[in-house]
């Protein structure tokens, strides 16, 4: 007991610490994930995931599996289907009938699998899961479009290529490759069952979140519950649709306009984390490396054929005469890592198919995990140079949205273009905004807090937010709400009324509110009137003749430092917590009091 014990911690803990090491070092998340399970498994032989889970191994991986698709599918916003509709439409069409084809043509010419395992084999690695594409989007941070279209087509073509497989799983067990009615029957069944029973626990849990049946503190477990219970459903009237069923329920949710959804997203993205970095030791774990080992030089052509020949050939099909400009389409052609459906999938099937007679099955488990692997590491490793290469991604985006254009923050964005940093303001007020937009800057005319914003705002390039209004709730809110996007450390406010009180701030809690700005006294008042005093902004570019000491020295303790631009031109956000020690070469702008040296921008 206290082994099994020990096994189940160490599967978790090495699976959130895999996960935190690609973030630090900026690494694919299964990349590492991948080499811990087989470090943890195969080469130290510490876990057995047979021996720890038995027969409820693959029912966790396929409960999970819905989960981490349902979370999938509430990212899919059909607004989000006018710029990419046609090549979506494609991509799930023509482009997933073009990688069926290619992959079963090399299964059967390079791996000498026969038709049936082939064709088998075809149609699960028609997935590119959001398992890894989720997080290497992430990683890379493409622009919206490209994003959108990858994104979509990796979450929607897990629940298909999974039917495809159930397609053809019943073909082989019954004893041919012949279509027939009743293969016909079981795909309409399938797609027909995924979508109403998707749609169907949508509107239930949304009645039941219009209507105040569910608590609060029981609506992220209720929206579980349904979730699951939607996918077993679905699967007990045809296998495998369950997949469809959730991805449906996701989407629908995400798209409907009654009820905000917005902490169930929350509460699944955490899930989805947690269940990745434990699925993908778990099965990587369980692989012998020797049968990966086996399927030497005719795997790794078939791994080549797939990067190199297939997917460029498949979205050069898909995307004929679609609105993608040639580097989206490069990129697209770049990007198809499978990840944990391919390998729950071809796991499921496998062990049936052995245990039906159909010995040579046993092949396909290797061969996946060595697509998994390759396509997980070439793409991992490319896609980040090929994005910036292709200039369709900005792995760390410099820019700035502002939330309020008063005069003064007018002056700070106009300080920060000259600097070369992007800058976006969104404010409510029109003349604000109006004046913003005849000075030259980028200026978005709405409520940062409207459902709708983040539709409207073309972030492309922008990596973090400072809200700067004089509403310090405003400013929370603003915070918390980005915070999902940017990351929470990348989300400031200026330091509300009362921050830098002897007693400290109580008004506004920490994890419902951004990182405070420049220093606890900095509030919006404080600074509007500084500059109503005369205050300017400086830029001075630190050099051994003029160190930040010197800096100092020239403009006494007032001096307030707000931004840091590096000789590369990163930027750097002076946060109220920070000690900074700017260095030679780096430019310093800063708040600085009277008329002496007046900044080259003014309000």
């Excluded at 797939?306 to 052609?333: D, Y």
């Excluded at 700070?412 to 800058?423: H, P, S, T």
């Excluded at 990596?463 to 603003?478: F, I, K, M, Q, Y």
Aim: charged share 15%; with cysteine; hydrophobic share 55%.
């Amino acid at each position: 007991m206290e082994h099994l014990l020990i096994q189940l911690t160490g599967v978790i803990v090495l699976g959130i610490g895999a996960s935190w090491l690609s973030w630090r070092f900026r690494l694919p998340s299964i990349l590492l994930l991948l080499v811990v399970g087989f470090l943890a498994g195969p080469v130290t032989g510490l876990l057995d995931p047979d021996a720890l889970l038995g027969e409820l191994l693959f029912p966790v991986v396929s409960l999970s599996v819905a989960v981490i698709l349902f979370e999938g599918g509430l990212s899919l916003d059909v607004a989000e289907l006018r710029d990419i509709g046609r090549v979506l439409r494609n991509l799930i069409t023509i482009g997933v009938l073009v990688t069926w084809v290619g992959a079963t043509l090399l299964a059967r010419a390079l791996l000498g699998f026969d038709w049936g395992l082939a064709t088998l084999l075809g149609a699960i690695l028609v997935v590119t899961g959001p398992t890894v594409i989720v997080p290497l989007m992430r990683h890379v941070r493409p622009s919206p479009r490209v994003g959108s279209a990858i994104k979509w087509e990796g979450i929607v073509n897990d629940p298909v290529g999974a039917i495809l497989a159930v397609l053809v799983f019943e073909i082989i067990i019954a004893g041919g490759l012949e279509f027939s009615v009743d293969t016909a029957a079981v795909v309409l069944k399938a797609v027909g069952s995924g979508v109403i029973l998707g749609f169907a626990g949508a509107a239930l849990l949304v009645i039941a979140l219009k209507r105040y049946w569910i608590p609060d503190f029981l609506q992220n477990p209720g929206a579980l519950a349904v979730a699951l219970a939607v996918f077993a459903v679905a699967n007990l009237l045809q296998e495998e649709s369950g997949l469809l069923a959730v991805t449906v329920m996701g989407s629908a949710l995400a798209s409907q306009k009654l009820v905000s959804v917005r902490h169930i997203v929350e509460f699944k993205e955490n899930l989805r984390v947690l269940l990745i970095s434990i699925l993908f030791i778990i099965l990587a774990a369980r692989l012998p490396l020797s049968a990966l080992l086996e399927t030497g030089a005719s795997g790794l052509l078939f791994l080549g054929g797939l990067i190199l020949l297939v997917r460029p050939a498949t979205v050069a099909l898909a995307t004929l005469g679609t609105r993608l400009n040639w580097r989206e389409r490069c990129f697209l052609g770049s990007m198809a890592p499978r990840g944990i459906v391919a390998a729950a999938v071809s796991s499921i099937f496998a062990l049936e198919l052995v245990q039906s007679g159909y010995q040579s099955a046993e092949q396909l488990i290797p061969i996946t995990f060595l697509v998994i692997v390759g396509t997980v590491l070439v793409y991992g490793v490319a896609a980040a140079p090929v994005a910036r290469w292709l200039r369709v991604a900005s792995p760390d985006p410099q820019g700035l949205l502002i939330v309020g254009a008063d005069p003064w923050i007018r002056s700070l964005a106009r300080a920060l273009r000259e600097q070369g940093v992007e800058v976006l303001l969104v404010d409510s007020n029109w003349s604000h905004v109006a004046a913003a937009r005849q000075s030259g800057l980028q200026a978005h005319f709405g409520n940062v807090l409207d459902e709708q914003a983040m539709d409207a705002l073309d972030l492309d390039g922008i990596g973090r937010l400072l809200a700067l209004t004089s509403n310090d709730e405003v400013n929370a809110l603003a915070a918390l709400h980005f915070g999902e996007v940017f990351g929470r450390e990348r989300v400031y406010q200026l330091a509300p009324v009362g921050s830098a009180s002897s007693e400290g701030d109580r008004t506004i809690p920490q994890h419902l509110r951004g990182r405070y700005l420049f220093a606890p006294e900095a509030t919006h008042d404080a600074i509007t009137q500084r500059f109503e005093a005369g205050a300017v902004l400086k830029q001075n570019t630190l050099r051994p003749a003029f160190t930040y000491e010197d800096f100092r020295e020239r403009y006494g303790t007032s001096a307030l430092p707000l931004f840091i631009v590096r000789e590369q031109g990163q930027l750097s956000v002076v946060a109220a917590a920070d000690s900074i020690n700017p260095k030679p070469g780096q430019t310093l702008i800063s708040l600085v009091d009277g008329p002496q040296d007046r900044a080259t921008v003014s309000p």
